[in-house]
């Protein structure tokens, strides 16, 4: 067989390294270490201890917005965060108006719950309009990105992934094909809602 690629080249789940540390000054959540899914061990009578006496109730008050200039989240809940959850994983998104985040694809599906605001996902190139109170789901495999398209008010998602549960399965690839667009500096500066 001639045509087998022995080493994957740039571009090709190998980003230009180079790139990546200039986008990932603003963008840590994508190049720092983190777990994912924990290691299960110890006694039966540890491990169910731990869990009940893990706490219940999470402030996303308590964890700090990270990104930006026009898209931030925060991972509130995931394996890293809490010794209960092992499969699901919880993160909040903001953007600010008229923008969008990054168009990318992963296998593990999504459950997004807009808290705030209008606008539209593309997914494998169908525009899907969306507004508070609607729950988008973006199944497994998709590319997709979602954009606020409101000239004054920024947009809020509660996303739910079972992506903990998909990497322990080995289902790994997740790809970035567009990094986020640059805040239009016409809009002036944006900063995330600081009641969440």
Avoid at 110 to 136: E, N, Q, R, S, T
Avoid at 151 to 169: D, G, I, N, R
């Amino acid at each position: 067989m001639t045509d087998v690629i022995d080493a994957p080249g740039i571009g090709h789940n190998q980003p230009d390294p180079m790139e990546m540390e200039k986008k990932h000054q603003k963008w840590d959540r994508w190049a720092k270490k983190r777990t994912f899914v924990r290691a299960l061990e110890g006694t039966y009578s540890h491990l169910y201890k731990t869990l009940v006496d893990e706490k219940r109730v999470y402030s996303a008050g308590d964890v700090p917005w990270k990104g930006g200039p026009q898209m931030f989240g925060k991972s509130v809940i995931s394996p890293q965060a809490t010794q209960i959850i092992q499969s699901i994983e919880s993160h909040i998104e903001a953007y600010a108006p008229k923008t969008g985040g990054q168009k990318h694809g992963h296998l593990n599906s999504a459950v997004f719950y807009v808290l705030k605001g209008h606008g539209y996902d593309i997914h494998d190139g169908k525009k899907i309009p969306w507004k508070a109170g609607d729950v988008m789901l973006v199944e497994n495999g998709c590319v997709h990105q979602h954009f606020n398209d409101s000239e004054t008010e920024e947009c809020v998602h509660l996303v739910f992934k079972a992506k903990p549960l998909f990497l322990f399965m080995h289902l790994l690839l997740q790809k970035m094909v567009e990094w986020p667009p640059e805040l239009d500096p016409e809009l002036g500066p944006y900063s995330p809602p600081t009641d969440l």
